[in-house]
């Protein structure tokens, strides 16, 4: 799990009409990663917390840069729009996060970097570090958006592609138009006709989970990917500001023991997962977002509970094994979607020092 620092805002740029490039500088301890890593950032003022992953190679002098995507109305971009600016102090803690670069076995075998959005920053930190490296497999990063002013870190990127020869940068547009003479399309699609056979090959695909999912299944069952080397972040806006239905129709109520001692009675949405309504009343953190990397939303379940919820996988099996304090009654809830038969689903909320 990761530490806590204090930061200083060194820079805060405007790129592309809805992005901040926040540039940040340790006031003590620096925050060391590893190239793919993410940290959270505490809001000042509240309980919330917002995940970004790193857009900078680890450095000595501690300073980090991040890719943050303003939303019209989400807390964390009001901030940096009326009140955070350099010279302000953030509280951060990380890493976190294991979507982190892999060296190649095999110096013939292609790695593919599939991005959206700002799912471009842990993958312009890795290719920073190790484009550099003694590594000299073909790297094709593929970038998707929906108009040019999206991809606002292209000139980065070619300047990269100028420097190494191995490196090959593909701007991808979603839909055609007559200004646009690049590629089009979904990037899991453009890649796939690229590379038709990726057998020995090594993906990363960062960025909204739709396009991380149906790169997955594309990539794996139609060009022969082992999914053992399919490595993912999956991420969209603050799952904890996603809106709770709260009509009978749509939900259903779940028993949550607080550490206190007290017991409360939450709406959870029919479809959504746990996470979501617990994050919603500042019961657990959620800081990865639902990308169970993080541990901060792990609940325990009532024992005889247990069996009404689908079977547990390998790697939230392997997070809650990481974690010292964690018994085998024990779920991630970013991990549980909740469904009409978990009506009265008891769980209890372990103390924050687990």
């Known amino acids: 799990m990761g530490g806590s620092m204090q930061a200083l805002v060194q820079s805060l740029e405007h790129r592309g009409g809805s992005v901040v490039i ?14 793919g890593q993410y940290l959270s950032i505490a809001l000042p003022g509240t309980d919330a917390h917002r995940s970004y992953s790193m857009a900078s190679p680890c450095r000595a002098d501690g300073r980090i840069e991040l890719h943050i ?24 803690s990380g890493p976190y996060g294991d979507c982190i670069w892999r060296v ?19 993958l312009k930190a890795m290719i920073e570090r190790h484009l550099a490296t003694a590594v000299r497999n073909e790297v094709w990063l593929y970038w998707g958006g929906d108009r040019p002013g999206d991809l606002y870190a292209a000139d980065v990127l070619r300047s ?3 420097e190494y020869r191995h490196f090959h940068f593909v701007p991808v547009m979603r839909t055609a138009s007559p200004a646009w003479e690049g590629a089009t399309g979904f990037v899991q699609d453009v890649a796939a006709a690229a590379h038709p056979s990726l057998d020995d090959a090594y993906v990363f695909a960062c960025g909204a989970p739709a396009m991380v ?28 500001a996603a809106v709770i239905d709260a009509s009978p129709d749509a939900s259903i109520t779940v028993a949550v023991s607080l550490p206190d001692g007290t017991r409360r009675f939450l709406r959870c949405q ?14 657990v953190e959620a800081i990865c977002g639902g990308n169970q990397s993080c541990g901060t939303c792990r609940v325990r379940i009532d024992e005889t509970d247990l069996p009404r919820l689908p079977p547990i996988s390998r790697a939230e099996k392997r997070l809650l094994g990481a974690l010292a304090a964690s018994g085998p ?9 909740m469904r009409a038969e978990h009506e009265g689903l008891r769980l209890t909320i372990p103390p924050k020092d687990f």
């Open 22 to 35: 926040l540039g940040l500088s340790p006031v003590d301890t620096p925050l060391h990663y590893q190239e």
């Open 69 to 92: 995507r303003l939303h019209e109305h989400g807390l964390f971009s009001r901030m940096l729009r009326e009140q955070i600016g350099v010279g302000s102090t953030l509280a951060l």
């Open 104 to 122: 190649p076995a095999d110096q013939d075998a292609k790695v593919i970097l599939l991005a959206t959005g700002t799912g471009i920053a842990p």
């Open 160 to 162: 990269l592609e100028r």
């Open 213 to 240: 999912r149906m790169a997955r299944e594309r990539l794996v069952s139609r060009c022969g990917l082992p999914e053992d080397r399919f490595f993912f972040d999956a991420f969209e806006a603050s799952a904890a």
């Open 270 to 283: 029919v479809g959504a997962s746990l996470m979501q309504a617990l994050a919603a009343e500042h019961v």
């Open 329 to 337: 009654f024990d779920r991630l809830s970013c991990q549980l979607d």
